[in-house]
């Protein structure tokens, strides 16, 4: 029995897989990354090469937490703990190889002013010029990336969206028994508050937004 049946079985005992399985382990993803395809025949699953050498039971979780979204019925098992919580931790033993000199020191201002100096330095970089997709963090890659607008704006609204993805990084989110997950809780909402100037800030970047008529939108972290 390959990974996916023995993750379907252990999260649906009473229901019966009627699709074949194909594991892929890929060096296309970023590390850790994963995504599922459903044909009428065939249900594929592609991990990152990364996961090969994780504990195949941190696996089933990883595959549970897919399947769940194809499925539509939300449950918690074990193994989606122990995935939830190897994710939690996992940017302890990514490296940390990416870096810009404008991003590292928005990094080290919020980090001293608002986070005591406790957060660790991720990766950072540099994306798009866009204003839907203001920044992001990426779990898997312990990765902030900020889009590209903001080289040619005030520090204080590249340190703002830095702040906001910072705050991803160290409150990482939450996973409700139900087996939903929660990136901005009570407690994000109230740090992120906590910012100076943080309506005035909102509304200048409302502004940025509208100017191409495109709603701001965070993207806290994806599959790819």
């Not at 890929?26 to 994780?54: E, H």
């Not at 330095?121 to 963090?137: A, D, E, I, M």
Request: net charge positive; hydrophobic share 30%.
């Amino acid at each position: 029995m390959n990974l996916i049946n023995q993750a379907f079985q252990e999260l649906y005992p009473e229901k019966t897989l009627d699709y074949n399985t194909k594991l892929i382990y890929s060096g296309q993803f970023k590390p850790y990354n994963a995504n599922a395809q459903l044909s009428p025949t065939t249900l594929t699953i592609k991990l990152s090469k990364k996961w090969l050498k994780i504990s195949p039971d941190i696996q089933i979780g990883l595959i549970q937490s897919l399947l769940i979204k194809f499925f539509k019925n939300r449950k918690q098992t074990f193994n989606i703990d122990l995935y939830n919580n190897f994710i939690k931790n996992i940017h302890i033993a990514i490296p940390k190889t990416r870096s810009d000199p404008a991003l590292e020191e928005s990094f080290k201002r919020i980090n001293e002013k608002y986070l005591y100096g406790l957060i660790e330095q991720p990766n950072l970089k540099w994306g798009h010029s866009s204003v839907r997709k203001l920044g992001s963090y990426d779990y898997q890659s312990d990765e902030i990336t900020i889009s590209s607008i903001f080289k040619d704006t005030s520090a204080e609204l590249l340190d703002y969206v830095m702040y906001h993805e910072m705050l991803h990084k160290k409150h990482k989110f939450h996973h409700t028994k139900t087996g939903r997950s929660y990136h901005h809780t009570a407690k994000f909402k109230k740090e992120e508050k906590a910012f100076e100037n943080s309506q005035k800030i909102e509304k200048e970047l409302t502004k940025i937004c509208r100017k191409t008529r495109i709603k701001r939108v965070f993207f806290p972290y994806s599959f790819k």
